[in-house]
């Protein structure tokens, strides 16, 4: 083989491998940059969730606040919040169904409550589910989320104030028996 063939033949593979390293640092940059993005959308927490007294009471003010800690604004937000019995041997005894109505920007304490609960002087205790789903301003992109609680209930006319968060175990149990109910609300981490 001529010297000058030789060279032809390692200078075009030698391209080929820069246009495929080329490519390849695109693309990852391209993904970085949309994993970035997704790491930037709205995502929330909640805090403070509880069975609040009020004065005069009862009626209670069933509590909670959700807060944006992602980057970018949600809208659209939409919630249910149900209450089942702890032994699952039923249908929900409460359920709420809730909107948000402004856009919720990131950082901002958003509370939701409902001032008409009436509670008897017993209550046995029980699992509380909340599910949001929301648009995510910027990505234009919808998203859900599932909060599981449980509630130690009423004894002897006390009611327990907070909600508290429930093991793995019993989420997986939660889960299977309000499918149903909270399916909009379940992400595939969830199901």
């Given at each position: 083989m001529e010297p000058k063939v030789v060279w032809t033949a390692v200078s075009a593979i030698a391209g080929a491998i820069s246009a495929v390293a080329a490519?390849?640092?695109?693309?990852?940059?391209?993904?970085?940059?949309?994993?970035?993005?997704?790491?930037?959308r709205a995502f929330f927490t909640i805090s403070e969730p509880g069975i609040k007294p009020l004065p005069d009471s009862p009626p209670f003010r069933v509590q909670i606040t959700l807060e944006n800690t992602g980057v970018y604004s949600?809208?659209?937000?939409?919630?249910?919040?149900?209450?089942?019995?702890?032994d699952l041997s039923d249908d929900p005894d409460y359920s709420f169904d809730f909107s948000i109505g402004n856009v919720v920007d990131s950082n901002t304490p958003t509370p939701w409550y409902n001032d008409g609960l009436h509670l008897p002087n017993e209550v046995s205790p029980h699992f509380v589910v909340l599910g949001i789903r929301y648009l995510d301003v910027r990505l234009k992109e919808e998203f859900s989320q599932c909060f599981f609680m449980k509630w130690s209930g009423v004894n002897n006319g006390t009611t327990h104030p907070d909600f508290v968060h429930v093991s793995i175990e019993e989420k997986e149990m939660v889960?299977?028996?309000?499918?149903?109910?909270i399916s909009l609300y379940l992400n595939e981490d969830d199901t």
């Open positions: 490519l390849f640092t695109v693309w990852n940059a391209r993904k970085s940059a949309e994993e970035e993005r997704k790491n930037k949600a809208t659209d937000v939409k919630g249910k919040l149900l209450f089942v019995e702890s889960t299977e028996h309000l499918r149903d109910e």
